[in-house]
């Protein structure tokens, strides 16, 4: 029977027991600018902070 020459490390154990693989992020556009961003994550364009096509908060009048 086969045994191993060294002790398997626990965070080595449990990255392979894990389900949660690493993966490519997905990347949404947003219909109102067509900018492109991370689901479910605020962003800015062109001084305005958007999320699912509404603006969050505008920068560009406080600096006018």
């Known amino acids: ?6 002790k398997t490390s626990k965070t080595r154990r449990d990255k392979r ?3 949660y693989k690493a993966s490519a992020s997905q990347i949404a556009t947003d219909k109102t600018t067509g900018q492109d961003h991370l689901y479910h994550r ?4 062109e001084g305005k902070l958007y999320y699912r096509g509404k ?3 505008d ?5 006018e």
């Open 1 to 6: 029977m086969a045994h191993p020459k060294r």
């Open 17 to 19: 027991r894990t389900h």
């Open 42 to 45: 605020a962003h800015w364009h």
């Open 55 to 57: 603006v969050l908060a």
């Open 59 to 63: 920068t560009s009048e406080e600096t």
